[in-house]
């Protein structure tokens, strides 16, 4: 089978700091993937790996079957590399014209894909602008802009959404969410709810290993329910959650937000078990997701290992 | 693999358009073009014609045959035009000094702002390298061409008309000027791989040559056998390029030829381990 990315035994140290260490992983073409750790857990390294910026210090790691940086990969990978800049001396049609032909287009081929791609990320009217000109937010979007050009088939994109105003950042998780049927997605990122979002498959490293690689809506996930209530004071909710038919276990992971447990077999209705709960109660609730939340998902189970 | 080297030949040619595009529609091109118009303009008014206008008279002609002759460069006055001897003379040593700051940020400043990473995913490390390289080249190649070309104009102004073998020694000056800043370029493009920073890319130029020339002296001044490693630096050809005349100045080609591309293997080397 080839996969998008196969990693074995991969690891990268700078001088006697290890940064990652024995990865061992493969991800096939599907549902956007997330990398997910705390800072300095080497995120932002894999991804120089995976897009050919570092060599790996030892083992073995391959995007769609090619060694990271081999020529058979220019215009099907491309990447958001955080903190890269255009340069400032040219407009960001003449740089993504430039990259356009890199890539193999005629001159005006990659005129009309600088301009579409600007486009994407609302930026078709800056275009004879150059990068010196922009905010924060707009270079941001250029930078995405250049990974869509093309039809690459693996985006891999570094914090897409740091340092964009809200509108800007639903823009963008839109757009990803809307090609992800086109390319395959690798999004690292420290907003959770953003990749839970987005994602099918979540990597998560920390200290430079790879602690798990699930399915945002596994299997594991179900026979959860989560549960938030409105504002107010519940003092007697958690007795009652727990008197309530085939429910395990619960829990207040947070103010007014509770996981329950429950035996899916034993209660294949828990849900509405729960809504008549709350209904008899009188209590009113914001949001009842099935499964766990990722953060839990993740968090419950690097706290379990710890 | 059968479609790989037509692709880094089309990219590096790509990249060294852009550098010929980065020079011609850049301002930051233009305050270049304007700053080497400027040092052009005084040097064919002041140093180029009145030199060449002095050695039109027969005395100084003979004083200069005797002091040349002494050093081996008699050749220098037998340019077919006056003011070609002078601007061969002067840009033989002043140019390889300048193509130490103008190739300076072939690939630092890139590297440093990250724009490398979104060139090596579309191209190859080498296309980036050998394209920017071969780019400083046409850059030089189009700059010496509108000097010489400045030259000829204003030795036409002065004798009336140009001879053909004006012409002919304009092209062999054109090339022979290429040959030698080939080496400093390629120089500048290991420096500029090394560092993040044309200035440092200068600065570790300057501090290499001295350096090599520095041990290699101590070395010859304790061997004095191996006299001959000196003749290996680079511009170590140019007083006998100085001393020869027409088309056998390109017999002290093959150094410099040799000593480019020693320096972009080793630039290449540089290029394709560092990180980004």
């Keep these: 089978m080839s996969y998008l990315i196969e990693a074995r035994n991969l690891s990268k140290s700078f001088g006697q700091k290890s940064v990652l260490q024995d990865l061992t992983f493969s991800l096939s073409a599907a549902e956007p993937v997330a990398l997910i750790g705390p800072n300095g857990a080497g995120k932002t390294t894999l991804f120089s790996l995976l897009c050919g910026y570092l060599p790996a210090s030892s083992g073995e790691l391959t995007v769609l079957g090619h060694k990271p940086g081999s020529s058979a990969l220019f215009g099907r990978v491309s990447a958001l590399p955080q903190d890269a800049m255009l340069d400032p001396n040219f407009s960001l049609l003449t740089q993504l014209s430039f990259f356009g032909q890199l890539q193999g287009m005629s001159k005006a081929a990659a005129v009309a894909e600088s301009r579409r791609v600007l486009a994407l990320v609302d930026l078709a009217a800056s275009a004879e602008l150059k990068a010196t000109a922009l905010s924060h937010g707009m270079r941001k979007r250029v930078a995405i802009a250049q990974a869509l050009m093309g039809s690459p088939e693996l985006v891999m994109l570094d914090e897409p959404t740091a340092g964009l105003d809200p509108v800007n950042a639903l823009q963008v998780r839109q757009l990803i969410a809307q090609l992800s049927d086109q390319a395959s997605f690798i999004i690292s990122s420290h907003n959770i709810f953003e990749l839970e979002r987005l994602c099918g498959t979540v990597l998560y490293l920390e200290h430079g290993k790879l602690v798990q690689q699930s399915q945002v809506h596994s299997a594991a996930a179900q026979g959860y329910l989560t549960l938030t209530l409105d504002a107010g004071v519940h003092t007697d909710v958690l007795p009652v959650l727990r008197q309530l038919p085939g429910v395990l276990a619960v829990s207040d992971s947070q103010k007014h937000e509770y996981v329950l447990q429950f035996d899916a077999e034993l209660a294949p209705d828990f849900d509405l078990t729960v809504l008549m709960a709350l209904r008899e109660h009188g209590w009113r609730y914001r949001q009842l997701t099935k499964g766990q939340t990722l953060e839990q998902q993740l968090f419950a189970v690097t706290a379990k290992q710890a | ?276």
């Design chain 2, 1 to 276: 693999m059968s479609g790989t080297f037509p692709l880094l030949l089309r990219q590096t040619w790509l990249y060294s358009r852009f550098e010929l595009h980065r020079l011609c529609m850049t301002p930051r091109g233009w305050f270049a073009l304007a700053a080497f118009t400027t040092i052009w303009y005084f040097l064919l008014r002041y140093p180029i014609y009145q030199a060449s206008v002095q050695l039109q008279q027969p005395e100084i002609q003979q004083m200069l045959s005797g002091m040349l002759g002494m050093v081996g460069m008699y050749n220098l006055l037998n340019w077919s035009l006056p003011e070609l001897s002078v601007y061969w003379a002067m840009t033989v040593f002043f140019m390889p000094l300048a193509v130490l700051f103008a190739a300076a940020d072939q690939t630092c400043s890139d590297r440093s702002r990250g724009t490398l990473r979104f060139l090596t995913l579309r191209s190859s490390r080498d296309s980036i390298f050998f394209g920017r390289f071969i780019g400083q080249i046409l850059v030089q190649a189009l700059l010496i061409g509108l000097s010489l070309s400045a030259t000829l104009a204003l030795a036409a102004w002065r004798v009336g008309e140009l001879p053909w073998s004006a012409l002919n020694a304009a092209l062999l000056i054109w090339l022979n000027l290429l040959i030698v800043l080939m080496p400093f370029t390629a120089l500048m493009a290991l420096c500029s791989a090394l560092v993040r920073s044309s200035r440092l890319a200068i600065s570790l130029a300057i501090v290499s040559i001295g350096v090599v020339a520095g041990l290699l002296g101590y070395l010859v001044w304790h061997f004095p056998d191996l006299r001959g490693v000196l003749e290996y630096l680079p511009g170590a050809q140019l007083p006998m390029l100085l001393g020869a005349q027409g088309w056998d100045t390109l017999k002290h080609c093959g150094l410099p030829l040799l000593q480019t591309a020693v320096l972009l293997l080793i630039g290449r080397i540089v290029m394709q381990e560092k990180a980004l």
